[in-house]
Structure formats: structure tokens, C-alpha cells
């Protein structure tokens, strides 16, 4: 194994400092109960909003329960000790909310006029067509 040298671990340190700059993390969070949201302020000074009812688990939680949200110590996510969820800042930046499975259910989810007519249709008809083979 190589040893590491001064500016290896210089030059590690500054590459962790890049991507420090370059990657959101969590610098705060908070419960915004007159808006409903769960509020991540990011280190790139932008913020990031959510309803509880999306994530997996937080959906029947009180106000108390959502208000004692902490920020992981690498800011890389946020914590929620008596619910035990914690949730990553890139994944809540690119829409996860939950298990794969969670997401999925959530997927089947939207309401839509044209979709009701449609579950009205069919079951007025005995309920959702066969399929062919």
C-alpha cells in the first residue's frame, strides 16, 4: 500500500472542499406548520419545500412529532429520531420519498377527472377487462 503523503491528503482535502461547494446539503430544516412543508434550506442558498403526506412514514405524524427535524452532521440528510426517518438531501432533490415500493404505490395514486370516468366505466361494465393474451 502507498503511503499517503502531505500533498495527497492536500489535495484530497481541497477536492472535498469542491465538492462541498458543488453539492446541496442541508444547512437547516424546520416544520412550516401554517404551510404544511417541511423546509430544507440548502448550503447553496436555496430551498427546498415538501409535504409530509409525500414522504413514506411522515404522513400521519403531528405537527410536534415534524417540528424535531434535525440536519445530519454531514448535511447529507435529516433526521428524525422518535419517528426513526431519516431521509437524504439527493434523494428528496430528485423526488424520492420513500422505499422503491413506496414510491410506486404513490405512482398508482393520481386522480385524475378522465381516470374516474374511466373506474366508472368499467365498473359499471363488472370491473377492469380481462386481458387478452
Known sequence: MAELTDSMIEAALVRGAQVARMEPRAKAVRYDAAAHRVVVD???DATFAFPPAL???L???SGAQLAEVKVTASGYGIHW?????DLSVPGLLAGLF???RHMARRA???KSPAKAAASRA???KGGRPHKSV
Not at 81 to 85: C, H, S
Open 59 to 61: 404522513g400521519r405524524a
Open 122 to 124: 368499467n365498473g359499471a
Open 42 to 44: 440548502l448550503t447553496n
Open 81 to 85: 429520531e422518535a419517528l426513526d426517518i
Open 108 to 110: 398508482g395514486r393520481a
Open 55 to 57: 414522504v413514506e412514514g
Open 98 to 100: 420513500g422505499t422503491q
